[in-house]
């Protein structure tokens, strides 16, 4: 799924997928991505967050890690399907996805910033009016990488937590809630 580019500069939320827009498997205190779309949730309270950003002039781009594929543990094709319900469900203007395993090395895949770097040159997007939502360091990491402002989403993971998050926040509708505040605040 791709927007046509804007040629003035624009302010984008980015999104991580799963933990954020939809329900993490969540084992021995580690989340999981599903790997069946049976499994795949979407947070209820997920599509008035995003149109409440939507209204603030945001594009919403989600960019996700699914190195399940790039291992072998689940069929492309399967995300695509997940995907697809995201794009169906919510006011979601593109999604960037990251496949590799993470021994690749390669720039897309967060903590590295280069699916947010891509959207943003392709799109037209403002990176310094920008914000990266994300509920793991990786997240975060990737949106302070890219120039963003970021949102943690705490879901009490039992791993590494970031430290320099701009917002620390409990759930998408919360996240939502903050940014729109800040934007009001620098207008």
Not at 45 to 74: E, S
Not at 115 to 134: F, K, N, P, Q, T
Not at 160 to 178: C, G, K, L, Y
Request: with cysteine.
């Amino acid at each position: 799924m791709r927007i046509q580019p804007n040629p003035a500069r624009t302010k984008a939320v980015f999104l991580d997928r799963d933990g954020v827009l939809n329900r993490s498997l969540v084992r021995d205190g580690k989340p999981l991505a599903p790997c069946r779309v049976e499994d795949f949730e979407i947070f209820a309270d997920a599509h008035d967050a995003l149109q409440t950003l939507k209204q603030k002039g945001f594009l919403l781009v989600v960019t996700t890690n699914q190195p399940d594929v790039g291992n072998g543990f689940v069929n492309g094709a399967v995300v695509e399907r997940m995907h697809a319900l995201l794009a169906a469900r919510l006011p979601i203007d593109d999604i960037r996805v990251c496949y590799h395993s993470q021994s690749a090395g390669c720039a897309c895949r967060k903590p590295k910033p280069g699916m947010i770097l891509d959207a943003a040159r392709e799109l037209g997007i403002d990176l310094g009016s920008s914000y990266m939502v994300g509920d793991r360091w990786s997240d975060i990491e990737a949106g302070r990488a890219a120039g963003c402002r970021t949102v943690f989403i705490d879901r009490q993971y039992d791993e590494q937590r970031p430290d320099d998050a701009d917002f620390d926040v409990r759930s998408i509708a919360e996240a939502a809630s903050v940014i729109c505040a800040a934007t009001d605040a620098d207008a």
